[in-house]
């Protein structure tokens, strides 16, 4: 009870205070009334009370930015303060959300401004209190849901409707269409990142609002599926290129393929319990295909023979099935993975008859034999 009656008064006290920033707002003079209108949307999305961010205050927010040039970086001020000032997690947390959904909902214009607002240091959603706090059962979800959105405004959603990653220089991300190996090798890590911040994002491990953990996590979810099926794409693109590629290229592929098995281990043990949320068994969750170690292992092992050293490889070897069996075959006979002689060797018989001269008879033949 006693709790109850704190709960509310810290409930009540924080209300007065967004009625004072409101306040505060108005007497500001502000240029445009849009500054103003900005302010106030995000106080009343983000007050202390235990409504999810509103749509109506979501979509005046969108509308004021889209229709108003240079409020990005002013919405972005405010969202960092906002974040800044408070010690109420409700508030961290919607304020977290309502970020979140700007980069999700908005225009393309708008999040890659949001993303310039992050980099030029306008907007700073890790500068809070939660974040140097030492009581996991407290603050771990905003902890970790800060990082995921650290990671996340460097992605952007392209024409197609798709997350992809904000590439340097110009280069234009195309989903592996050209097999490009500094594609692979650069989109790849950035899906691992990204996987590696949804899996720490556990609604499990969560703060107890679960009305706001559901919302956020629903929406990474969401994103973890676009990601996903990029990360797909790419650990295929990686094992079809494993055998062309340089012994050191090799080894960070492997690498690479080996941290990508945990991985997508751990994001089905994730989908499996999300299923179990009332809010989250709607979503279109993807089929998750494991990447097994002993995969691996054989893809590891069986790369060896695809040395550069002018002998040409089979493609069979690129599947980590045969792979194992040709493995299992060599210890069988006891060749070892060096010997020339450790791929089998196949006899093919020639349908020529070839002719001897000087042979005793002219009729005399011999069948020729090829290996």
Excluded at 24 to 50: C, G, L, P
Excluded at 100 to 126: D, F, M, N
Excluded at 219 to 235: A, P, R
Aim: net charge neutral.
């Amino acid at each position: 009870m006693r709790l109850d009656l704190s709960a509310k008064l810290r409930q009540v006290l924080g209300l007065a205070k967004d009625h004072a920033s409101i306040g505060r707002a108005i007497v500001q003079n502000y240029n445009e009334k849009a500054f103003f209108d900005i302010e106030v949307a995000v106080v009343r999305a983000t007050s202390h009370d235990d409504c999810p961010v509103d749509d109506k205050t979501m979509h005046e927010i969108l509308f004021l930015v889209s229709n108003t040039p240079g409020t990005i970086p002013f919405l972005a001020e405010q969202i960092s303060r906002r974040l800044a000032k408070t010690r109420d997690c409700l508030v961290a947390g919607k304020t977290l959300l309502l970020f979140h959904r700007l980069l999700r909902g908005s225009s393309r214009s708008i999040e890659q401004q949001l993303h310039i607002a992050h980099t030029s240091g306008h907007l700073q959603i890790g500068c809070c209190w939660f974040m140097m706090s030492s009581d996991p059962p407290s603050f771990v979800f905003l902890q970790n849901y800060v990082a995921y959105l650290q990671e996340r405004v460097g992605w952007i959603i392209n024409q197609a409707g798709k997350l992809e990653p904000v590439m340097s220089g110009g280069t234009k991300f195309s989903r592996y269409k050209e097999k490009s190996m500094d594609l692979v090798f650069h989109i790849l890590p950035k899906c691992q990142e990204f996987i590696a911040q949804v899996l720490k994002c556990s609604p499990l491990d969560a703060w107890p609002i679960d009305n706001l953990v559901q919302a956020a996590t629903g929406n990474i979810l969401k994103e973890s599926f676009q990601v996903y099926m990029t990360y797909s794409d790419g650990i295929a693109a990686l094992v079809s290129m494993l055998f062309d590629l340089s012994r050191p290229a090799r080894d960070l592929a492997c690498g690479m393929l080996r941290k990508a098995s945990q991985q997508i281990q751990d994001l089905r043990i994730l989908y499996e319990k999300c299923r179990g949320f009332t809010g989250m068994k709607s979503l279109d969750y993807p089929s998750v295909e494991a990447i097994t170690m002993d995969h691996i292992v054989a893809l590891e092992e069986c790369s060896s023979y695809g040395c550069k050293s002018g002998s040409s490889v089979s493609t069979n070897l690129r599947n980590p099935v045969i792979c194992n069996e040709l493995k299992q075959e060599q210890h069988r006979t006891g060749f070892s993975s060096t010997s020339p002689f450790s791929l089998p060797v196949e006899t093919k018989i020639s349908m020529i008859w070839v002719v001897f001269d000087g042979e005793e008879s002219d009729n005399a033949t011999e069948k020729a034999y090829e290996c």
